[in-house]
């Protein structure tokens, strides 16, 4: 972790390089052009800014450094190629194919969202050109056997659905009501949950769908609430985790075991949302504390920004990133060198170390994470939680 360590603290010289303009390079010295979509319009443009910010943070960090490693025959500055896709996956497809044969990157990074990543991966096959996915983890994706994309997430849905069986389990949990938001990666995570939960023996006694755009949820929650299941695992997005919330607050549900899907381990939440949010289980594998590095990136981000990293997407996209750059520094900017360097090199990460196993990254445990005092803390698997243990939720 010391490289990853002195990477990030070569960030302090980067006011200096940039205020130096053209100086701060050779002017002879040719650019790496990344290219890239992003989601800056559209139905994904609330959740896209931590993935760009990410990566901005990363081509500054890189620069600032004195550029891109290019297989150890020198370094060149990072500049970005990078179009809004409009949170259109058929749009994003073309993006990168006009960025492979028009533009002519170096090299791309991923875009944001499950739905992106599925709709670019076939242009990706017929170019033949390696890209380090970061927002998506479908089992779909997995089963597209493809051979330039890999995942770094553990949040599949098969993974989450075996890991939350088992962490329930571990907390005496019997009975679950799920609430299941019917966009593509909540559906997906339900219909591997939800069977798992029946073959282990626990009595499911809520079972119920809405549409992404639900503006009340009463409906929903007096149902769970007549039920009095011992967990409620509402499978949500960053919009109606906060409406739950909020309406679980109000009709006082008091299970000890409270999960939504997305919305907790992003800034806005605890700050909008406060004290009575603390409790509650989400999706993820990374905190700030995990290792030095991952704190001298919160840092680092947070300084930048003035806001704390989403600890899904933004953690996952600097990753992404970071395994470009370490690959690269091997191999140069050969696409076969690349996509044969991803497969099956190492490479030291926020996350710790990663070896992909076929197009997934088996390195990482899948987990969850707690809000306590405010803040995310990873408290599933207890191997990796630490101190940072789960507490059952005392009410709201």
């Known amino acids: 972790m010391d490289k990853l360590k002195r990477s990030f603290l070569t960030a302090v010289a980067l006011g200096a390089a940039l205020c130096a303009g053209g100086n701060a390079f050779a002017q002879d010295v040719k650019p790496v052009r990344i290219g890239f979509s992003i989601a800056k319009t559209g139905i994904f443009a609330n959740a896209a800014p931590s993935q760009l910010h990410s990566y901005d943070l990363w081509k500054d960090t890189v620069n600032a450094s004195g550029g891109l490693d290019i297989g150890g025959k020198g370094k060149r500055p ?13 749009q994003a497809a073309r993006i990168y194919e006009k960025l492979i044969t028009q533009d002519k990157v170096d090299l791309l990074l991923a875009p944001w969202g499950t739905p ?3 709709a670019i991966a076939p242009v990706l096959e017929r170019f033949k050109f ?6 998506a983890a479908s089992v779909k994706l997995r089963d597209m056997k ?47 949950l939800v069977p798992a939960l029946l073959s282990n023996n626990f009595k499911v006694v809520v079972n119920s769908e809405y549409p992404p755009d639900i503006k009340d949820m009463t409906v929903q929650l007096s149902e769970v609430k007549q039920a009095k299941p011992d967990a409620i695992l509402s499978l949500s997005y960053p919009n109606d985790s ?12 008091d299970s000890k075991f409270q999960f939504l899907m997305v919305g907790p381990g992003m800034d806005f939440f ?23 590095a991952s704190e001298q990136f919160n840092a680092a981000y947070t300084k930048m ?51 992909f196993t076929g197009v997934e990254n088996l390195s990482t445990k899948t987990g969850f994470l707690q809000l306590q005092n405010g803040h995310p803390q990873i408290v599933w698997p207890t191997s990796v939680a630490g101190k940072n243990q789960y507490q059952p939720k005392a009410g709201w």
Request: aromatic share 10%; glycine share 6%; charged share 20%.
């Open 242 to 253: 906060a409406l739950y919330a909020r309406q679980a607050k109000e009709l006082g549900l």
């Open 130 to 135: 390696p890209v380090v996915g970061n927002s």
């Open 78 to 90: 990072i500049e970005f190629v990078l179009y809004d896709d409009q949170s259109n996956p058929g």
């Open 305 to 355: 920004f003035k806001e704390s990293p989403d600890y899904l997407d933004s953690a996952e996209s600097y990753v992404s990133a970071q395994i470009l750059q370490q690959a690269v520094a091997k191999t140069g900017l050969d696409k076969a060198a690349l996509r044969t360097e991803i497969a099956g090199g190492t490479f030291d990460t926020l996350f710790g170390p990663i070896k």
């Open 270 to 292: 605890p700050k909008l949302l406060g004290n009575s949010v603390n409790g509650i289980v989400t999706m993820g594998h990374w905190s700030p504390t995990l290792n030095p």
């Open 146 to 192: 493809l051979n330039n994309m890999w995942f770094v997430t553990a949040a599949f849905p098969d993974r989450i659905a075996k890991e939350m069986v088992e962490m329930l389990k571990a907390n005496n949990v019997k009975t679950v009501a799920v609430l299941t938001n019917v966009l593509p990666y909540s559906k997906e995570l339900k219909n591997y």
């Open 116 to 118: 992106t990543h599925a």
